[in-house]
C-alpha cells in the first residue's frame, strides 16, 4: 500500500529541473535561448543552421527528417538511432540538458521508424492503423519519460501555428498561437512540459510568454514569483 504524504511537495528552485517547451517564429531566438542553459546539447534537426555558435549535432550528422519509405529503401532510421545515442549524453558528464530543436521533426522520425518497422508509408495504409498510431504515441512518450527518470534537463523547441481550441462550452476560439508540431505531438507535449513558453515580442522587446490572460497563446506554468515581467516586476 501507499503511504499518505505529510508535507507539501517543493518544486525545484530553479528552471534547469524543469522540461520546458518554447516555440516561436523563425529567427525568434529559441535555439540560442535554448542553448543558453548550462552544458547543453542541441539535437538539431532543422537544416542549415551552422550559424549558430552553440553545442549541437546537426544535419551534417546525418540528423535530419526520413520516411518509413526512405528506411525500407536503406536509410538511416534517425529515431532509432537518437535512441540508441542517449545512454551515451546521459552518461556524459558535460552534458546536463538535451534541446530538441525541433520536437517536430524528432516525432515525424518517430512516425516514420514505426510505420517502416510495421512495413507501411502511413498507419492509415492499414486495417491495423489504430494499433500503429498507439505505437507511435506509447513509444514516443515512454522515451521522455525514461529520459525524465535520469534528471537530465530537456528542452523542445517548435515553430509556431495558429489553430483552434475548443473551450468547456464547446465554443471556438480561432487564432490561438500553439507549437506547429503535429497535434499527436502536441498533445504529449501540453501533458508533459512544467513550462509551454511562447518567445515573441511585446512593446517592441522581446519578450518569453509564460501566463496568458488572454487565452491567445498556448502556455502552462505554475510556480509563483519565479519570472521577469517587460516592467521589471
Not at 6 to 13: C, Q, R
Not at 79 to 93: E, F, H, Q, Y
Not at 96 to 117: F, K
Not at 167 to 191: E, M, T, V
Request: with cysteine.
Amino acid at each position: 500500500t501507499f503511504t499518505t504524504p505529510t508535507t507539501l511537495n517543493v518544486p525545484p528552485t530553479t528552471i534547469d529541473e524543469y522540461m520546458v517547451c518554447i516555440f516561436g517564429d523563425k529567427a525568434a531566438g529559441k535555439s540560442t535561448l535554448a542553448a543558453s542553459f548550462p552544458d547543453s546539447l542541441t539535437l538539431m534537426f532543422e537544416p542549415m543552421r551552422k550559424g549558430l555558435s552553440i553545442r549541437m549535432i546537426g544535419t551534417e550528422q546525418g540528423l535530419k527528417k526520413v520516411s518509413s519509405k526512405d528506411i525500407r529503401d536503406g536509410a538511416t532510421d534517425v529515431w532509432a538511432k537518437v535512441v540508441r545515442s542517449t545512454p551515451i549524453w546521459i552518461n556524459d558528464p558535460t552534458i546536463c540538458r538535451l534541446n530538441y530543436d525541433s520536437i517536430d521533426i524528432l516525432y515525424e522520425c518517430c512516425y516514420a521508424s514505426v510505420c517502416a518497422r510495421n512495413n507501411v508509408n502511413a498507419p492509415g495504409d492499414t486495417k491495423n492503423g489504430p494499433d500503429i498510431w498507439n505505437e507511435i504515441r506509447d513509444e514516443f512518450s515512454a522515451y521522455f519519460s525514461a529520459l525524465r527518470e535520469t534528471d537530465m534537463g530537456i528542452t523542445f523547441l517548435s515553430h509556431v501555428k495558429t489553430r483552434e481550441m475548443t473551450n468547456l462550452d464547446h465554443s471556438k476560439i480561432k487564432g490561438i498561437y500553439q507549437p506547429s508540431c503535429a497535434p499527436a505531438c502536441l498533445q504529449f507535449i501540453r501533458q508533459a512540459a512544467d513550462f509551454i513558453i511562447y518567445l515573441g515580442s511585446q512593446d517592441g522587446r522581446r519578450a518569453a510568454l509564460v501566463r496568458d490572460p488572454t487565452q491567445q497563446s498556448v502556455v502552462a506554468t505554475s510556480p509563483e514569483n519565479v519570472f521577469m515581467q517587460p516592467d521589471g516586476k
